[in-house]
Nanobody, 127 residues
Framework: QVQLVESGGGLVQAGASLRLSCAAS????????MGWFRQAPGKEREFVVA????????YFADSVRGRFTISLDNAKNTVYLQMNSLKPEDTAVYYC????????????????????WGQGTQVTVSS
């Protein structure tokens, strides 16, 4: 099992940047495929980005491609979501998730495939 704790959310103006962190209780590289999802008030959970177990494959939602990046610090067992050029429509609670059953090269876009979830961190972007 793994516990995930997100941090780094906050209130920013449109165009600003934020970096979210997802600290895992154990090593994630080669064990878990990782993903970020978000949920805005009154809306369904939305896929943001996924990274394969190997770390070599990443897949971004169209809405964030070119603005967001995902990275892994193996030494800290932490996954980062760097969010640039933020827009009001990025406002949501952001969740980190881990999938233990994915194949090494697979990127999982469905939240149903993830075993473990963090508690979420709020990101609010004002116009």
């Amino acid at each position: 099992q793994v516990q995930l704790v997100e941090s780094g959310g906050g209130l920013v103006q449109a165009g600003a940047s934020l970096r979210l962190s997802c600290a895992a209780s154990r090593r994630t590289a080669s064990i878990y495929a990782m993903g970020w999802f978000r949920q805005a008030p009154g809306k369904e959970r939305e896929f943001v980005v996924a990274m394969s177990k190997s770390g070599g494959y990443q897949y971004f939602a169209d809405s964030v491609r070119g603005r967001f990046t995902i990275s892994l610090d193996n030494a800290k067992n932490t996954v980062y979501l760097q969010m640039n050029s933020l827009k009001p429509e990025d406002t949501a609670v952001y969740y980190c998730a881990a999938d233990s059953r994915a194949l090494p090269w697979a990127v999982e876009v469905s939240g149903d495939n993830y075993d473990y979830w963090g508690q979420g961190t709020q990101v609010t972007v004002s116009s």
